[in-house]
């Protein structure tokens, strides 16, 4: 669904992208593939994660509130050390260092477009 979400959001047809989002858009929370709790446990997948930011296509799927929970949710989720960290099992320390330095550099960036961050 990423990739088609992605897809959709850029493909110069906007028309078509509208009503092929209309199809597959809903999808994301009939399937069970999004938590709308941002304290859901286990390895699950953010609104975020399918709406980063406030032009997504995906961000009309989740009213205003539950956006902000997540937001704050990924906000108050640094960490002591000023990373961010995942929500499944690391298989060893060099891939854990690994995918928490590409998940902060993603969270400030998530941030930020949300207003969450100013440019320094």
């Given at each position: 669904?990423?990739?088609?979400?992605r897809f959709l959001?850029?493909v110069?047809?906007?028309d078509?992208?509208?009503?092929?989002?209309g199809r597959?858009?809903?999808?994301?929370?009939?399937?069970?593939?999004?938590?709308?709790d941002?304290?859901a446990?286990?390895e699950?997948?953010?609104?975020?994660d399918?709406a980063?930011e406030?032009?997504?296509?995906?961000?009309?799927l989740?009213?205003?509130?539950t956006?902000?929970?997540?937001?704050?949710h990924?906000a108050?989720?640094?960490c002591?050390?000023?990373?961010?960290?995942f929500?499944?099992?690391?298989w060893?320390p060099a891939?854990?260092?690994d995918?928490?330095g590409f998940?902060?550099?993603?969270?400030?960036?998530?941030l930020?477009?949300?207003?969450?961050l100013?440019?320094?």
């Amino acid at each position: 669904m990423f990739g088609v979400l992605r897809f959709l959001q850029y493909v110069p047809d906007r028309d078509r992208a509208a009503a092929a989002f209309g199809r597959v858009g809903p999808l994301i929370i009939d399937r069970g593939l999004v938590a709308v709790d941002p304290e859901a446990p286990g390895e699950t997948h953010s609104v975020l994660d399918f709406a980063p930011e406030p032009d997504s296509l995906a961000r009309g799927l989740f009213d205003d509130v539950t956006v902000k929970a997540h937001l704050d949710h990924l906000a108050q989720g640094q960490c002591d050390d000023g990373g961010w960290t995942f929500n499944w099992p690391a298989w060893s320390p060099a891939a854990e260092r690994d995918w928490r330095g590409f998940l902060t550099v993603a969270a400030l960036r998530l941030l930020r477009a949300n207003g969450y961050l100013t440019k320094p």
